[in-house]
């Protein structure tokens, strides 16, 4: 006996769907001989999964511990029971209908090195059909993937925001010892940013030194933390491609000023409501000073995502500070 069976998502196959929409398609098999099915399964889940191997050298041997996390984010069902009556030869469809919850993180696959951590993570969703038999016969069983984009609970202000940070630079000079000071000050517009949108920023530099400034560097950084119960805290950095800008030099005595706009890829959107991984975005204001200064680094938190109106979860994620533990 054989079941052939698809599992058909709207409006596409590579449709990505919003926490908190509605799931709509249909399972369509066909059978080529009577067949009785005890139940018919249609399911919704969505877990995560942090696989974290540590290589240990000792003298000259290298082994490897091998950690391995889960956790569900959700999991539906629709059944529907045949009670062991005979289904005819033919093709049938049977609509499929899930609500995601709003509380649940985007998908995700990504694979990384940090140190002597290899790190592989994955959040995945999926629709399965399992067609289930009485007896000893093996049931039959087929799933989709479809990818969920979450949303975010805004813990940023969404007006106007002034940072700042200075560093001083001792200078030694025709036998005398002076303190110089390079000082920064930077406004963004909103800190809280849809997908795809864009981030505004101003700021102001001054460069009360006898050193030349040789440029200030702007980029968008992605800051991926996992959290693994080993090692507490697994933390990796990553330059958002095309986001980086450089401005001109800063001579001694002189001012910088600089507006800036940086456009955000589509695919970047912060990532919350997971206890093994979180990604969070900055803005980098990075002074770059000649050698042997080291250099001076603003960093402007900004969360990327479409706000959730209503949060039906029973947990909220941790706050902003908690969930990234940079400082």
């Given at each position: 006996?054989?079941v052939l069976?698809?599992?058909?998502?709207?409006?596409s196959?590579?449709?990505i769907?919003?926490?908190g929409?509605d799931?709509?398609?249909?399972?369509?098999y066909?059978?080529d001989?009577?067949?009785?099915?005890?139940e018919i399964?249609?399911?919704?889940?969505g877990?995560?999964?942090l696989?974290?191997i540590?290589?240990v050298?000792?003298?000259?041997?290298?082994?490897?511990?091998i950690?391995r996390?889960?956790?569900?984010y959700?999991?539906?069902?629709?059944?529907?029971?045949?009670n062991d009556n005979?289904?005819?030869?033919g093709v049938y469809?049977?609509?499929?209908h899930?609500k995601?919850a709003?509380?649940?993180p985007?998908?995700?696959?990504y694979?990384?090195?940090?140190?002597?951590?290899?790190?592989?993570?994955?959040?995945?969703y999926?629709?399965?059909?399992?067609f289930?038999?009485?007896?000893?016969?093996?049931?039959?069983?087929?799933?989709?993937?479809?990818q969920?984009?979450s949303?975010?609970?805004?813990?940023?202000?969404?007006?106007?925001?002034t940072?700042?940070?200075?560093?001083?630079?001792?200078?030694?000079?025709f036998?005398?010892r002076?303190?110089g000071?390079?000082?920064?000050?930077?406004d963004?517009?909103t800190s809280?940013?849809?997908?795809?949108g864009?981030?505004k920023l101003?700021?102001?530099?001054f460069n009360?030194?006898?050193?030349?400034?040789k440029?200030?560097?702007i980029?968008?950084?992605?800051?991926y933390?996992?959290?693994?119960?080993i090692?507490?805290k697994l933390?990796?950095?990553?330059?958002?491609k095309?986001t980086?800008?450089?401005?001109?030099?800063i001579?001694?005595?002189?001012?910088?000023?600089?507006?800036?706009?940086?456009?955000?890829?589509?695919?970047?959107?912060?990532?919350?409501?997971?206890?093994?991984?979180?990604?969070?975005y900055?803005?980098?204001?990075i002074?770059?000073l000649?050698i042997?200064?080291?250099?001076?680094?603003?960093?402007?938190?900004?969360?990327i995502?479409?706000?959730?109106?209503?949060?039906?979860?029973?947990e909220?994620?941790?706050?902003?500070?908690?969930?990234?533990?940079?400082?």
């Amino acid at each position: 006996m054989g079941v052939l069976s698809e599992i058909n998502i709207f409006p596409s196959p590579d449709a990505i769907h919003e926490a908190g929409s509605d799931i709509f398609g249909f399972v369509k098999y066909s059978i080529d001989e009577e067949t009785v099915f005890n139940e018919i399964d249609i399911s919704l889940t969505g877990r995560g999964t942090l696989i974290v191997i540590e290589s240990v050298k000792s003298g000259d041997r290298q082994t490897e511990h091998i950690f391995r996390y889960t956790e569900d984010y959700i999991k539906l069902n629709n059944t529907i029971v045949n009670n062991d009556n005979v289904t005819p030869v033919g093709v049938y469809e049977i609509p499929i209908h899930f609500k995601l919850a709003t509380n649940i993180p985007s998908s995700l696959k990504y694979n990384t090195t940090i140190g002597n951590y290899r790190i592989n993570c994955t959040i995945a969703y999926e629709v399965t059909v399992t067609f289930k038999r009485s007896g000893f016969k093996f049931d039959k069983t087929l799933s989709k993937p479809i990818q969920v984009i979450s949303g975010i609970v805004p813990r940023l202000p969404r007006k106007p925001v002034t940072y700042g940070h200075q560093k001083k630079i001792l200078i030694l000079q025709f036998f005398c010892r002076w303190t110089g000071l390079v000082n920064i000050k930077a406004d963004i517009e909103t800190s809280v940013i849809e997908p795809s949108g864009k981030i505004k920023l101003s700021y102001i530099i001054f460069n009360d030194t006898n050193i030349t400034i040789k440029t200030v560097q702007i980029k968008l950084v992605e800051l991926y933390t996992f959290s693994d119960k080993i090692s507490s805290k697994l933390l990796k950095y990553n330059d958002v491609k095309d986001t980086e800008s450089k401005t001109r030099t800063i001579k001694s005595g002189d001012t910088q000023c600089m507006e800036i706009d940086i456009d955000l890829p589509p695919e970047k959107t912060t990532i919350e409501f997971s206890k093994l991984v979180s990604r969070n975005y900055f803005v980098h204001i990075i002074v770059v000073l000649p050698i042997p200064y080291r250099n001076l680094v603003l960093k402007i938190p900004v969360q990327i995502g479409n706000e959730i109106v209503n949060n039906n979860g029973n947990e909220n994620p941790p706050a902003y500070h908690e969930a990234i533990e940079i400082y």
